[in-house]
């Protein structure tokens, strides 16, 4: 049975109470669909532009000094520390447990790994497993403290200061000296490559496997973004919280025996600056400070970027503090995008559904 048409063409109501049915929706313009992906392009993959633009930058105004397959090995070396502490960091912030006790954990480790060589004269390998065991309990405890109701920056901050004080009373207040045993993971070169690099290779390929291709390491990240939802579904979202908070500690325990390897001393200081050149990274990769979304590899590349605007800048004799000052613009610089581009899609995708939906009720 045909349904009846008005003069112009168009289906007219039904009499018998069924109703014709709804032309299909108009599909997004083109244009809109193009400029969201181009977005959320610029959002997962723009940091490798930018350390693409810099080394062209600084390839040409160094040269020919920082185009050199030596003057690379620096930058990695030199990335490599920035880049363990990120890596904890940012898992932390991914599940939205941001870990300020980082650096006192680091030198926590480092003294104490240090007085076990040195004073006890307790096996390196031992050693090293207590500092790392060390920092994954100190995790645990700020996890647990956290999940009692309260704040995990002022947690964290207490932390901080109980680390970094049993770290000056196991040194005495002095550095532990001569730890030349440590070199095979510090100043030591395989193949020409410093051992630190690998290090932080290992550490970012097994983050990201976790992270991306194991089901606690999906469900760690889902808790960053809804942990409520999470909990409904029946998952144990708290469980997660604190394995965040244990990765986190464990990242700055091996930070702060590598950093003790290189330099062949545990310093009892907790220098503040590990944390702000951390989070730059961490903010440079994009990583939503909210929980639910980063990429490893994002922040891998956010540390190489500050060693190439540091390793460039020395090369011109321009002043250290000038470095310090660039990464704040780019810190900010990344915080003013990733906000700018998330209301841009948000805006474009509101706008599409609209037009869809005022289309298909003509």
Known sequence: ???????????????????APAPPAAPAPAGDSASVRGLIFLRDRGIFVL???????????????????????????????????????????????????????????????????????????????????????????NGIISLRGFNPIIVTIGMLSITSAAAAIIAGGYTIPGLNVLDFMGTQRYFGIPAPVYIVAGLFIVLTVFLTKTRDGIRLMAVGGNAEAVRRSGIHSDRYRVLAFIISSACAALGGLVTTAVVTEANPSASPGIIFTALTAVA?????????????PRVLVGALILATISNGLTIKGVQPFWATGVTGVLLLGSLFLERWISISVSNRLMTSAQASVHTGTR
Request: charged share 5%; glycine share 14%.
């Open 1 to 19: 049975m045909s349904l009846p048409t008005e003069a112009d063409g168009t289906v007219a109501p039904s009499t018998d109470g069924a109703t």
């Open 51 to 141: 350390w693409g633009l810099l080394i062209v930058l600084f390839a040409i105004w160094c040269n020919p000094f920082f185009f050199q397959l030596n003057n690379a090995i620096l930058i990695a070396n030199a990335a490599s520390l920035s880049a363990i502490f990120a890596a904890g960091v940012a898992v932390g912030i991914i599940c939205g447990a941001l870990d300020l006790s980082i650096p006192g954990v680091a030198a926590l480790s480092s003294c104490v790994t240090g007085y076990m060589i040195m004073t006890m004269g307790l096996p390196v390998w031992l050693s090293l497993l207590v500092g790392l065991l060390l920092g994954a309990f100190i995790g645990f405890l």
């Open 284 to 296: 440079l990769a994009g990583v939503s400070l909210q929980g639910g979304r980063g990429s490893l």
